[in-house]
């Protein structure tokens, strides 16, 4: 049987997951980032090549997420595809009535509208972060606690303290006054996670219709707090995928699938064939007045490929 691969690079952390020819998930990694994606998703695939309870046939591979542009280029993925894409492909897999997807991961956010399967609007977050899961990670540090017991308390509270949430940086500042004023953690935590839904829905979520089946996914969908809020605000029936962290993913792999037809052979290089040391440098083409940064990739001290450029001198 043939099997995809499909990888979802993010800021935070990395998703592998194989499926099959029917789309039934087969294997599922997930991974921290740890700030060096390419060295993260070497020793990953290493790992999976050297497992011998594993054997995949791979037939098609396919990238998303903010990184998807270099390790796509690294690994030979067959397909490089947007975040959009990918959650929108992933999420109407399992739930082809689907009208409307809140994502939000570590260090981005995002609403996807759709019409009968189709994309019709989408917005994702812009400057600010407390949108965002690397929001709740840092108040959660500040208050001693784990992002675990951080969700088991803000679901548990029947009085959210009000915090600011239109700005990172005000919400912190506004969450350590009410510590002073003697709010309870668990109150504490509850506002926390209003105050993120807020800012997503008027950040995010501003001037969008919601239409239902409303899917939560993301990793941020773990947490009890964000989940209680969001069906708080919106006074709706909020979604949450039994795969809700793995969905971009998931929706690369289906694509790899979906696409199959249209090559001979997949361009993957193969789960062992990473062993080659990569380095990242950059610099400023002067064949124009743009000025572009060229970013170089080097494969073991030669260049394999450049990206950026408007023009595509270098690519």
Do not use: W
């Not at 040391?277 to 124009?288: A, G, N, Q, V």
């Not at 450049?306 to 595509?312: E, H, R």
């Amino acid at each position: 049987m043939k099997h995809y691969l499909g990888i979802d690079i993010g800021s935070v952390s990395i998703n592998i997951v194989v499926i099959d020819e029917n789309a039934e998930l087969i294997f599922r990694k997930y991974l921290r980032s740890q700030g060096a994606p390419v060295a993260v998703i070497r020793k990953a695939l290493l790992e999976i090549d050297e497992d011998k309870s594993l054997n995949f046939n791979i037939d098609g591979v396919a990238t998303t997420g903010s990184g998807r542009k270099l390790i796509g280029k690294i690994i030979g993925a067959d397909e490089i595809k947007n975040e959009i894409t990918a959650h929108a492909t992933g999420c109407l897999h399992f739930y082809p009535n689907a009208g409307t997807i809140l994502e939000i991961g570590g260090q981005d956010s995002k609403m996807i509208i759709m019409d009968n399967g189709i994309v019709v609007d989408f917005a994702m977050n812009t400057v600010c972060a407390a949108g965002t899961g690397s929001f709740l990670d840092q108040q959660a540090g500040r208050l001693g606690i784990s992002i675990e017991e951080f969700s088991k308390l803000s679901e548990s509270s029947e009085n959210p303290t009000k915090i600011a949430g239109r700005c990172g940086v005000f919400a912190e500042s506004d969450m350590i006054h009410k510590q002073q004023m003697g709010f309870s953690l668990t109150d504490i935590t509850a506002g926390l996670c209003e105050a993120l839904v807020r800012n997503y829905m008027n950040n995010v979520g501003r001037g969008k219709e919601l239409r239902e089946d409303i899917i939560f996914q993301g990793g941020v969908a773990a947490n009890l707090g964000i989940r209680k809020s969001f069906k708080k605000i919106l006074g709706l029936n909020i979604i949450i995928p039994q795969h809700y962290d793995i969905i971009g993913a998931i929706g690369s792999a289906l694509i790899a699938r979906n696409t199959r037809n249209k090559r001979e052979t997949t361009n993957f290089r193969g789960f062992s064939n990473l062993v080659s040391e990569y380095e990242t440098r950059s610099f400023e083409c002067d064949k124009c007045a743009n000025s572009c940064e060229i970013i170089e990739i080097l494969k073991d001290g030669k260049r394999d490929f450049c990206m950026g450029g408007k023009c595509g001198r270098f690519s």
